[in-house]
């Protein structure tokens, strides 16, 4: 069964810390491009941050140099580690997979940044 499986979210303060996981299964994971989108309510989803199956990375303009995407084939699993947390940051996240001819969603996890 093909699923992606996001966990970390959770309630932190402005300039706080969270690393999302997200675990892929059912899937040949190094061939997928993955990515990381949020919602915020009201707004469209966004891209956050992605990475190749060749590790290229790229980032919204908003989190560079806050967010760190990685991944490990290994393990199946893509981490988007969140720093300086800002109160805008609070939206679901979403983990994305994409290859030629997929292109998976997981559930979503609520990162809320509140003091």
């Known amino acids: 069964q093909v699923r992606l499986v996001e966990s970390g979210g959770g309630l932190v303060q402005p300039g706080g810390s969270l690393r999302l996981s997200c675990a892929a299964s059912?899937?040949?994971?190094?061939?997928?491009?993955m990515g990381w989108y949020r919602q915020a309510p009201g707004k469209e989803r966004e891209l956050v941050a992605s990475?190749?199956?060749?590790?290229?990375?790229n980032y919204v303009g908003s989190v560079k140099g806050r967010f760190t995407i990685s991944r490990d084939n290994a393990k199946n699993t893509v981490y988007l580690q969140m720093n300086s947390l800002k109160p805008e940051d609070t939206a679901a996240y979403y983990c994305?997979?994409?290859?030629?001819?997929?292109?998976?969603w997981g559930q979503g996890t609520q990162v809320t940044v509140s003091s």
């Open positions: 059912g899937i040949i994971f190094r061939f997928f491009d």
């Open positions: 990475i190749t199956s060749t590790n290229r990375t």
């Open positions: 994305n997979a994409k290859s030629t001819w997929s292109d998976l």
